[in-house]
Nanobody, 115 residues
């Protein structure tokens, strides 16, 4: 049984920073990639960032330059450092684990950017 758990969300003022964590546990033998997604109220889910199994990173243009995705392979944790947060970044942020033949989602962590 594979589990994915996000943490690190919260309330932050505009211009602030948060570091989200995505911890994976269970029988994971190979990771093809880990992505961070978000869903704002009334909007569709969108990808924020992705790190592939080889370590390549991809960012959505809306957040490029303000976010950094990184990983600790020994601990099976992927981080999303977000800086310069804006009210429009308010959303539930989800982690998606890609393994051969399957994918797993966490339940999300709420990020609220407000003064």
């Amino acid at each position: 049984q594979v589990q994915v758990v996000e943490s690190g969300g919260g309330l932050v003022q505009p211009g602030g920073s948060l570091n989200l964590s995505c911890a994976a546990s269970g029988s994971i033998f190979r990771v093809n990639g880990v992505g961070w997604y978000r869903r704002a109220p009334g909007s569709q889910r969108e990808q924020v960032a992705l790190i592939t199994g080889s370590g390549r990173t991809h960012y959505t243009p809306a957040m490029e330059g303000r976010v950094t995705i990184s990983r600790d392979s020994e601990k099976n944790i992927v981080y999303l450092q977000m800086n310069g947060l804006k009210p429009e970044d308010t959303a539930v942020y989800y982690c998606n684990l890609l393994v051969p033949g399957s994918e797993y989602w966490g339940t999300g962590t709420q990020v609220t950017v407000s003064s």
